[in-house]
């Protein structure tokens, strides 16, 4: 988790900024030639706001939040996010990063099989070397405000697409994080089960002081968002 | 993430697969009970063989003869004696107080007079018929630590110490009267009479006279303490010695003026050996000791030892292989576990070190089976050799538990796993986290 110390020594951060980019750049090297991704976009994001991210498939929305989220590093430009310029960072920091400041939540849950709701919440606090004891109980405080309190000890195929789902939020909570970003987080979930979901999401910011950057094709989801941001071949088109 | 984390979290992973899990464990038994089997037998062996060689007695035995040492007696396993010399307690204490001597044995041989059962039990199915006494010698030796001496015990038990009236016999002995060592059972509790001759020498006249014993045989033994057919207590041999001594000599043997007829002498291990015997011939006595056959022998069972272990380790090599196979096809099956690792912030060495558990996990849990299944293969073996063995009228062989054995080849096939699991885990820990979570 990212120290007061690196909240004091971000500037973006004590001007309301959570994500500060500027000409972020990104490609894929393809047979065919060099496929650009996100094409130098500047943009900012207010901390403890939620976003939209919306666009056609290819439009370079999921790459965008794999940016942000310290999947993989930008090309060009330069993305600011809790002191980190994320362009500078070598492997291991990416790791912190990710570890410290970033909490994922994806379209097909992302949890482990072979371990229990309470595991899967867990095991974000597992690589930050946080007590068993303590874990445990943040695990199980998580599972609680999410409602699954009883089902701490359910593997993931005893539970419905919705509890995956708030598992997985639960999850993206454990380590306290500046950003949640979730990749199309209602996509595989029935009317109900996205209500429960988004209502959660949209209220991390509020509950947990976290920003909320999530990726859509569902325009009634990026309406209830704070702002959306629309991109069009790697370029943003509105924001 | 702490190793306790990665080992839970491993030994989840590994049972979520539990069939291939068990093919790849069963893989790595199959190759450690290879090769333990093959060590274990090679072992008992290797143990087998030094024991005939050295007649069951310590590696390290030495024996010291009441004679001088001959200038090339250090050249020899054999004795090489020079002119008589008298072993008495004096010399067996500076004996003792060498360095690098563990213990020193005397051994008392005395002539006897024996007369063999004229009856033999049926079951003892003897060839011969001995109906002639046989003017022998007796083997009295240190009964309380006879694990010290080069005997062997065939069948029954040896005599108690200090007994006047139990005797071991030698193989040779029933040779003498027909019997095979298969037989050697039924002569167990018969009865020999012992003679301690003496001469009475009255002017010109000499008249032979004994001193009978009624002894009963105890046990039968293979030993190369001394010469002669029966082995007995130290109080019995030093108590014939003294009353044949004090008569007139006996034609064709030489008046032995010795306290003891030998000594047998332990060095702190074989490689002390050399060392000892050019002491003990300072000290002015003949020494002879098995130790360059052992040493050859230890060589060629070494290099036996070395095939049989190459052969298991082929073995097992395969099982790593397979543990390296299953390995990459779980990374390629699993990209999107280690992409959901990464996200949530495991760094290369935390998945490096997930996959190197798993592997070890494999390897340890095959490295356990495949120990105890070798123990069992290779007793199966020996059951089937000492029948064989048995059948043949021979010695059988023993198996222990080579605990430290059995060790090594858990401890290897775990190395081994986790030298055919750091690839994978390599391959594993360095994928680009995008790339993984992308499952593409």
Known sequence: MASPADVAADPNERAGVAVHATGLRFRYDTPEGELVVLDSIDFDVDAGSVVAITGASGSGKTTLLSVLGGLDRPHGGSVLIAGHDLAQLDRDEMARYRREVVGFVFQDFGLLGQLTALENVELALTFERVSRRQRRARARELLGAVGLGDRLGHRPRALSGGEKQRVAIARALANEPRLVLADEPTGNLDPVATAVVLDMLLRVPVDHGSTVLIVTHDDAIAARADRRMHLIGGRIASA | MTWRDAIVLARRSVGRRGGRAVLTVLSVALGAALLSSLLIASDSAKQRVLDQVSEGGPLSGIKVDAAAPSASALDSDNPRPGAARRIDDTALRRIAGLAQVSSVLPIIATPIIALPPT??????????????????????????????????????????????????VTVDFLQRLGVTNANSKALIGTDVMLGAPRVFKNGNERRNRARWTKAEIVGVVSQEAGNGLFVVSLDMARSDRAWTAAGAP????????????????????????????AEINGVGYSTSAPESLITQVQRYVHVVELVLAGIGSIGLTIAALGISNAMLAAIRERRREIGVLKAVGAADRDVRRVFLVEAGTLGFTGGLLGAGLGLLVARTLAAVVNRYLASQDLQTVHLGVPVALLASVVVGATVLALAAGTLPAIRAARMPARQAISDE
């Open chain 2, 119 to 168: 009856t033999l039990p049926a079951a003892a199915h003897a060839t011969s018929k001995n109906d002639r006494p046989l003017f022998e010698a007796a083997v009295g030796i240190d009964l309380a630590h006879v694990s010290q001496l080069p005997v062997t015990v065939i069948a029954g038990r040896l005599p108690q110490p200090g007994s006047q009236t139990e005797i071991a």
């Open chain 2, 250 to 277: 006996i034609d064709g043997i030489d008046p032995d003026p010795s306290e003891y007829s030998a000594l047998f002498v332990v060095a702190h291990g074989l490689d002390h050996v050399t060392q000892v015997r």
